[in-house]
């Protein structure tokens, strides 16, 4: 992440972009001992009665939740419309009235506490710390100028109250032109509605030079087609990520609902006016409009990662009519047909906003690739065809493994399938599965074997509609051979820990791969593999190497076998990834109880995690980096959830019910950090439910829920029903548990029994 933005910048959405191992302290990032509110609580106070959601269900979401925030608490959300897992994603890219966009946020180009829109880009990320995408952009404007082709010569000033943000929507209205945008999408289209003022001097602009802050373009191609009716062409960007693959190609090609007949071309901001075409890194294209009997225009941009003629078909496939209200209307209908699996009931509207909105979170990433025909350019560039499923990147699997992955395999596990088809068809081209694909390239962001542990988390949840034999072989190649995800591996199998010498992060190394190794195992085992389910089980416990008994933590170790020493364990230290020595404390959740063995025995262990949890209800929140439990990042959000592995259902019901109602929220600060493409939405459904996945494993361990109802439509047609009728009176104990007619001695239960559904019951008392 260093290596992508100026230091302090660069880490301010770190989360699920790359290691980083000190935390930012120059001016450019918030003050220090700034405090920030925590968002307004979702399940308080409490109506007199629960509240049961109806249908629409799409009435609950609002897509602008977690598009702000401070510093690490920004949410990087993308609040534009999109088909669930869509490769159109046009929305707003926002700015100051200066036209200043911040890296830090400004991730998916909208800032709630913006003033002002340049431009309307087709390709965006959400709730990721890396800058990335933003490419092609799309704006009306009211008379045209050469200092037009610039984005903040173009801004349009606009309120929050004249903006409509739905699933599958946007609407907003100009203060100063009075020009009205409106935007839905298809999977592969974006669609625009453009009503400009009658009379007005109506422009259309498609700037090819168009990016995000820190993306820039290194070529671009537009081309006006009057004979066609038809603006085309392609950008070649470089960003965060998609700099380390050499860049990505975007192709687009729009059609317009009034007849091509006047157009010109801008290059390096001079204006062509009789050309009608243009090739270099700052170019773009204009089309008038003619407003005298009726300022509005259609706009259709089919895209595509193939080619032009791919994205000419994908716009044929999927609105050649341009019929704009139709496409709005079918992805509303989209999106209710998918948020209906959830049906709750809980204590208010804003609960129900909160859940709903998480839902519609968690199906936003990845992005499909593969083109309406199946064909998709591949992690090598090369133009393939995806037989048989759909064909997805943009994977932030360092952080999706642990909530997302486990989320989608039990409520929609059609798209799930994909993603494991995907990442073995890109681990076919590597020889190891993926980190971090983004676009047409895998850029090797973070740390780990985490694309191995998705596929096997998926398989031991039952999900195996594709060849496991090949799933598993593509596994093991990178869990003991060269060429590997696992860039340390040969020390790791020499040393049994990533040694500090020639690598940072090299206890968060040890850590994933160890954890990547207990997943493996299970996977394995239940293949048949004995002798590798044997070896990889021994290797899971590697963590238990880092243990230094004078220091009572995980810590970096040197070749030579000495501990690194810390002088302040609060603190990011260089051997860690994205964190300190408290946060990565409990990173065995494969082996809980070998940690606590490790630690002392349950007791210790679960004292430990109380001193932690009291540390961090007792700390004043700031826009960094929280010094014990940090849920703004991924290595610790299982931790809440960890007495109930040891038969403590309050304490668990405690943490997790504090992280729930004092991180997240129903406003711009409403996630409390990087969604990381719908990790954090999911931990808050799990912990809505009172259920948590140990991604890896089989074990869902139990939390006090908040709704009182829930009826959840799982794979295969199950329900999971839960009842919780003291949910939200601050009951954190339990008098009893109940699976159907079964009273649970343990506040645990199996992947078998949430996979075939039925009625948990949890009767809540205060402890």
Not at 57 to 65: G, L, S
Not at 66 to 84: D, V, W
Not at 323 to 331: I, N, P
Not at 582 to 593: F, G, V
Request: proline share 6%.
């Amino acid at each position: 992440m260093r290596s992508v933005f100026a230091p302090a910048l660069a880490l301010c959405l770190a989360a699920c972009s790359e290691p980083a191992t000190t935390a930012p302290a120059d001016a450019a990032t918030p003050a220090s001992d700034a405090s920030v509110d925590a968002p307004s609580p979702v399940d308080a106070p409490p109506p007199a009665a629960p509240l049961r959601a109806t249908a629409p269900y799409v009435r609950y979401v609002d897509p602008r939740i977690g598009t702000g925030g401070l510093g690490f608490g920004t949410g990087s959300a993308y609040p534009g419309p999109q088909r669930a897992f869509g490769l159109a994603r046009p929305g707003p890219d926002t700015s100051n009235g200066r036209g200043d966009a911040p890296v830090f946020s400004h991730c998916a180009g909208y800032s709630y506490a913006d003033t002002h829109i340049g431009s309307f880009s087709q390709l965006h990320m959400h709730g990721t710390g890396i800058v990335d995408y933003g490419a092609l952009g799309f704006m009306p404007t009211v008379g045209m100028s050469a200092a037009k082709t610039e984005n903040n010569n173009r801004l349009e000033r606009f309120r929050h109250e004249r903006e409509t943000v739905s699933a599958g929507y946007y609407r907003v209205a100009f203060e100063g032109s009075e020009t009205v945008t409106e935007v839905t999408a298809t999977e592969h289209v974006a669609l625009y509605r453009v009503t400009f003022p009658r009379g007005a001097d109506g422009n259309l602009l498609f700037d090819v030079g168009h990016t995000l802050s820190e993306v820039r373009v290194t070529q671009g191609e537009v081309e006006v087609d009057p004979m066609a009716q038809e603006i085309r062409g392609r950008v070649r960007f470089e960003g965060g990520y998609s700099g380390r693959v050499d860049g990505v190609d975007a192709y687009w090609v729009a059609r317009v609902s009034r007849p091509v007949a006047r157009a010109g071309t801008w290059s390096d901001g001079a204006l062509h006016p009789d050309a009608l075409s243009q090739s270099g890194s700052t170019v773009g294209a204009w089309l008038p409009v003619d407003t005298t009997t009726d300022g509005s225009v259609t706009v259709a941009i089919g895209l595509s990662f193939t080619d032009l003629a791919h994205a000419r078909a994908n716009l044929a496939a999927e609105a050649a009519d341009l019929d704009f209200d139709r496409v709005r209307r079918e992805s509303s209908s989209h999106w209710e047909s998918l948020l209906s699996r959830v049906r709750v009931e809980a204590r208010g509207e804003p609960a129900l906003t909160a859940l709903y909105t998480a839902v519609y979170h968690t199906l936003l990433m990845p992005t499909l690739a593969s083109d309406a025909d199946g064909t998709y350019r591949g992690v090598d560039k090369m133009v393939r065809r995806a037989e048989g499923f759909r064909y997805y990147t943009d994977l932030s699997l360092w952080d999706t493994f642990r909530t997302e992955h486990p989320w989608l395999t039990m409520v929609y596990p059609e798209y799930q399938r994909d993603f494991v088809r995907s990442i073995m068809a890109m681990g076919d081209v590597l020889g190891f599965y993926p980190r971090w694909p983004l676009g047409t390239g895998e850029t090797g962001g973070m740390l780990g074997d985490c694309g191995a542990l998705m596929v096997a988390d998926t398989w031991l949840r039952g999900l195996r509609d594709y060849d496991a034999a090949h799933a598993w072989d593509i596994a093991r190649r990178g869990a003991f051979a060269t060429p590997s995800r696992r860039e340390a591996l040969g020390d790791y199998l020499s040393l049994h820990y990533v040694p500090i010498e020639g690598r940072g992060a090299s206890a968060s190394a040890t850590l994933e791969y160890a954890y990547a190794d207990g997943a493996l195992s299970r996977m394995a085992r239940g293949l048949g593999h004995d002798a590798d389910a044997d070896a990889l089980a021994e290797r899971s416990r590697n963590y238990r190497n880092l243990y230094d008994p004078a220091q009572r933590f995980l810590v970096g170790r040197g070749r030579d076998g000495s501990f690194a020493r810390m002088s302040r364990v609060e603190s990011w230290q260089d051997f860690y990834a994205e964190g300190n020595a408290w946060q990565y404390l409990w990173y065995a959740p494969h082996d809980l109880d070998g940690l606590s063995t490790l630690l002392g025995g349950r007791a210790a262990m679960l004292s430990r995690l109380g001193e932690m949890f009291d540390l961090s209800m007792e700390a004043r929140r700031t826009p960094l980096p929280e010094s014990y439990y940090w849920h703004g990042n991924e290595p610790d959000i299982h931790a809440p959830w960890i007495p109930s592995a040891f038969d403590d259902f309050a304490a668990a019901s405690r943490y997790v019910d504090w992280v729930r109602s004092t991180r997240y929220g129903i406003g711009p600060d409403g996630i409390p950090g990087n969604d990381d493409a719908g990790t954090m939405s999911a931990w808050y459904l799990f912990s809505a439910l009172g259920v948590f996945p140990i991604a890896g494993t089989t074990d869902w361990l139990l939390a006090a829920p908040s709704v009182t109802e829930a009826e959840v439509t799982l794979a295969g047609g199950a329900t999971l029903r839960v009842s919780a009728p003291a949910a939200g009176t601050g009951a954190m104990g339990a008098r009893s548990i109940r699976w159907g007619a079964e009273t649970l001695e343990h506040p645990r239960m199996t992947q078998s029994q949430v996979a075939a559904g039925g009625a948990l019951t949890f009767d809540l008392v205060r402890p």
